[in-house]
């Protein structure tokens, strides 16, 4: 008998690890996948003696001998159940022919098994259980399983399982990075996320000793400025599905998994050196899920936007050398007050996250020039009545009936490093705020309105040299040739302006 491929991915991974809005449970969630995916399931295959292609970001593959195939599928599915309680994996087998080595064709064998998974996840939401035992209370937590644990922490609450166990994993994190700080960590921590990133830092003279990870995102928005703000970081690889077909064998398989993951871990780390140095108590940032070609990360809200941009470059820059092809990851970074419920800022950055890859396929199609370290979306929530992207775009910064968009958003890294410059130049000029207050009434009135308005607001800046810094910005993405109906340029019918995304960030930038 052969060989077979087994193959795994995790199911509604997202509802999972944020099923609640409290950090310590997202926290726990995603500690307990991420030692699931790369250590747990890897211990399991071993005892059937099969070979690892990848484990990581949720998902994995398998070789192993035909008889024991089923047995590790279900072993594994089983290990998920356990660990997590609500959580689940699908998994798929494809059999390989006789002698069929790591070198071999194998995008046939690949395909099959994506099929399967395909068929099987479709399946398997078609027999989702439902639970309807109103007379049981619910976790006071999720509010969706049946509670069975009570739990004083400081006050008296109801959990389900589920709630309760990634608790618990945060607490043993927590204890384990105490012990990492004080230099007391054992081997058996080392395979884990935090463990490892907190060893690379401070192998980097990070300084980590006394400080803790946030408690939760009030910790975030004190150290942020402005006070009581945080920024949330979704991202993920583009067109992966399309680069996993390019490849032709199971070895060029494992090192395009290692290089993804690889890198955007690299990534995530170099940023943090470079722009999220730790405050007096806590890390000014926590990492929510990271794996594969997935990251969510919290931040301080003022470094949000250089976090975004610097991880952009690095994953492109990391993949080039690994795989000598840049990959590039879609960024949706959505900043906001503390208080606003994570759940919505949550679909927030994921919104503009997607609006960043549907835009870089349209532009593609339309010929323009992509980037070539993927696009950076952002948001910043300053009332409660954008919940998701798309109606923010459509309803705010677009008026279609007057042919207007107030933004030109996503920006390749090369634009959105010259905003963030522009800001910081402003600053540091100590341009008056309630002037560019000004310049965003302007861009929501009609276009006779605006254009008149605009030329006032040019008049009255108080040198040359402001309003040719104004123009320059303008033209700087303009798609045409000057002049200029200033605060728009146009294309075709359209009239688009860059300054409301300008004066969006502009509080979320420091002048440095
Ligand atoms: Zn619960």
Redesign the pocket.
């Known amino acids: 008998m052969g060989q077979k491929l087994v193959s795994f991915d995790t199911d509604r991974i997202k509802e999972y690890v944020f099923a609640t809005d409290k950090l310590k449970e997202i926290r726990g969630a995603s500690a307990i996948l991420d030692e699931l995916n790369r250590w747990d399931m890897v211990e399991k295959s071993r005892k059937f003696n099969a070979e690892k292609i990848y484990a990581n970001g949720g998902s994995g593959m398998f070789r192993v001998h035909a008889t024991s195939a089923k047995a590790l599928m279900q072993a594994l599915e089983r290990e998920y159940r356990l660990k997590t309680r609500t959580g689940s994996i699908t998994s798929a087998i494809a059999e390989l022919p006789d002698g069929f080595t790591n070198q071999d064709a194998v995008q046939p064998y690949l395909q099959r098994l994506a099929y399967r998974l395909r068929l099987k996840k479709d399946e398997n939401i078609l027999n989702q259980p439902l639970l309807t035992h109103s007379y049981l209370r619910t976790?006071d937590?999720?509010g969706?399983?049946y509670a069975s644990h009570s739990v004083t922490n400081p006050e008296p609450e109801l959990?389900?399982g589920?709630?309760k166990n990634k608790r618990d994993k945060n607490d043993e994190v927590k204890a384990d990075i105490q012990a990492i700080i004080s230099g007391k960590a054992t081997e058996a921590m080392k395979h884990k996320l935090w463990h490892r990133l907190l060893h690379d830092l401070k192998g980097e003279g990070y300084k980590i000793k006394e400080k803790n990870r946030p408690e939760d995102f009030g910790d975030l928005g004190e150290m942020s400025n402005p006070q009581n703000y945080m920024g949330l970081i979704y991202a993920d690889g583009d067109s992966m599905g399309k680069a996993l077909e390019e490849l032709n064998n199971l070895d060029e398989v494992k090192q395009f998994s290692r290089v993804v993951d690889d890198a955007i871990y690299q990534a995530v780390r170099e940023a943090i050196c470079a722009y999220l140095p730790p405050g007096d108590k806590y890390l000014p940032f926590d990492i929510l899920m990271l794996g594969g070609d997935d990251l969510a990360m919290v931040t301080t809200a003022h470094k949000a936007i250089e976090v975004s941009m610097k991880i952009a470059e690095k994953f492109s820059e990391l993949t080039q050398k690994g795989l000598s092809k840049s990959l590039t990851l879609s960024i949706g970074a959505a900043i906001t007050h503390t208080t606003f419920p994570f759940s919505s800022l949550l679909t927030l950055a994921e919104g503009a996250l997607k609006f960043a890859k549907k835009e870089a396929a349209k532009r593609k199609r339309h010929g323009r020039e992509t980037s070539k370290e993927g696009l950076i979306n952002f948001i910043v929530v300053s009332n409660s009545n954008s919940l998701d992207f798309d109606t923010y775009h459509s309803e705010t910064l677009s008026d279609e009936d007057q042919n207007l968009y107030r933004t030109i958003r996503p920006y390749s890294l090369a634009d959105m490093r010259y905003i963030v410059e522009t800001i910081r130049y402003l600053k540091r000029k100590n341009f008056p705020r309630g002037k560019l207050k000004g310049l965003q009434d302007v861009v929501f009135q009609s276009i006779n309105q605006s254009l008149l308005e605009g030329l006032t607001f040019l008049k009255s800046t108080k040198d040359e040299e402001q309003p040719r810094l104004f123009i320059k910005f303008l033209e700087r993405f303009a798609t045409n040739q000057p002049p200029y109906p200033f605060p728009w340029f146009q294309d075709g019918g359209d009239y688009y302006t860059p300054f409301l995304d300008l004066i969006e960030l502009y509080d979320f930038i420091e002048a440095k």
């Open positions: 976790c937590s999720c969706e399983q959990l389900c589920s709630c």
